[in-house]
């Protein structure tokens, strides 16, 4: 159901990406989002894209993106993005998607996956807890830095 994304998969995931942040109340600037997808697909060392199919439609998308860390001892991951469109969740694509992404991260050498979610999402907290993820009582900042 999941394969890696390539530049030509552009469209499908700027349709998957404005979806989503519609959904999560995120500002959508889409040729910002455009030119960030072609960076980090054409660049492997930046990270991953799949793209979860059904029938050979885009159903969904999870982002991996590649860091490093003194405090996790080597490489890190971030799980940047993660959607399911809306007949496709709760049918075990999370499920796989968290396989997926542990068994690339143990192919790509990083040692700790990192993700963010809304403290007031009950559901998805129990989710990446049953996951094996860990809240460790810290908050991400974060400070943009522009040109």
Not at 68 to 85: T, V
Not at 98 to 121: F, Y
Request: with cysteine.
């Amino acid at each position: 159901m999941f394969r890696l994304a390539s530049r030509s998969d552009i469209e499908p995931l700027i349709a998957m990406m404005r979806e989503f942040y519609a959904l999560d109340g995120i500002a959508f600037d889409e040729p910002a989002a455009r030119e960030a997808l072609r960076t980090l697909l054409g660049d492997a060392a930046l990270g991953r894209v799949w793209i979860a199919e059904d029938a050979g439609a885009a159903v969904g998308y999870v982002v991996l993106t590649l860091g490093f860390s003194l405090e996790f001892k080597g490489r890190d991951a971030f799980i940047d993005e993660i959607y399911f469109r809306e007949g496709h969740r709760g049918r075990g694509l999370g499920r796989q998607a968290m396989e997926l992404m542990v068994d690339a991260c143990r192919s790509l050498g990083v040692r700790a996956l990192h993700l963010e979610v809304g403290r007031e999402n009950e559901t998805a907290l129990e989710f990446y807890r049953r996951h094996g993820f860990a809240d460790h009582n810290r908050g991400l900042m974060t400070r943009w830095i522009t040109p």
